[in-house]
């Protein structure tokens, strides 16, 4: 197979498969509506107004809405996933939460991560940790949110990720 070809059963990355200095891009751009923005804003009880009073919104310097900052966050860690922590075991830490730039429903964020540091894990020989920092870019290339996060992540052998596909022993039908 070449080494750019796309593997025919994907995985996901396990400890092995990280090297300091790995750059991942989200394949995909995620964009936030409105009614991402309200239903994060009750789901977690935020009852301040910049988030879902339009009139009061546009009293501010942003003249609009504001996207609920947790959810700018959640949302880039989200689109991290599939390239640093599908085969987590669990998040260790988020540190240095930066959101220098605003979101308003519309915007479409992307999530750019580069791998700082790895360790293996000296109470657990089934993980790793891996140390990244990540950042979210809008649609107009502005960086709107940059954390670290820490994360043990399943070694390859481990048995908690062996597959869990059922498969079948009847004939195809169709």
């Known amino acids: 197979m070449r080494a750019d ?21 989200s394949r995909l751009g995620r964009t936030v509506t409105e009614t991402d923005n309200i239903w994060f804003t009750c789901l977690t009880m ?14 501010t310097e942003f003249g609009r809405a504001l996207l609920n900052s947790a959810l700018t966050l959640a949302v880039v860690g989200g689109l991290t996933v599939a390239d640093t922590s599908e085969n987590a075991a669990a998040n ?3 540190t240095d939460i930066r959101l220098p730039k605003p979101v308003f429903a519309g915007d ?3 999530a750019e991560s580069e791998i700082l540091d790895l ?7 089934s993980v790793g940790i891996v140390t990244m ?13 940059e954390y670290r ?3 043990m992540v ?14 079948t022993s009847a004939e195809w039908s169709v």
């Open 5 to 25: 070809a796309a593997p025919k059963v994907w995985r996901g990355r396990f400890y092995e498969d990280f090297e300091i200095g790995d750059v991942f891009r």
């Open 46 to 59: 935020n009852t301040n107004q910049i988030h879902f009073n339009n009139p009061y919104a546009e009293r």
């Open 92 to 94: 260790l830490g988020w």
């Open 108 to 110: 479409t964020l992307w």
């Open 119 to 125: 360790r293996e894990s000296s109470s657990n020989p």
């Open 133 to 145: 920092r990540c950042r979210g870019i809008n649609q107009r290339r502005e960086v709107v949110c």
């Open 149 to 151: 996060r820490t994360f």
């Open 154 to 167: 399943y070694k390859r052998a481990a048995p908690e990720v062996q597959s869990t596909f059922p498969g």
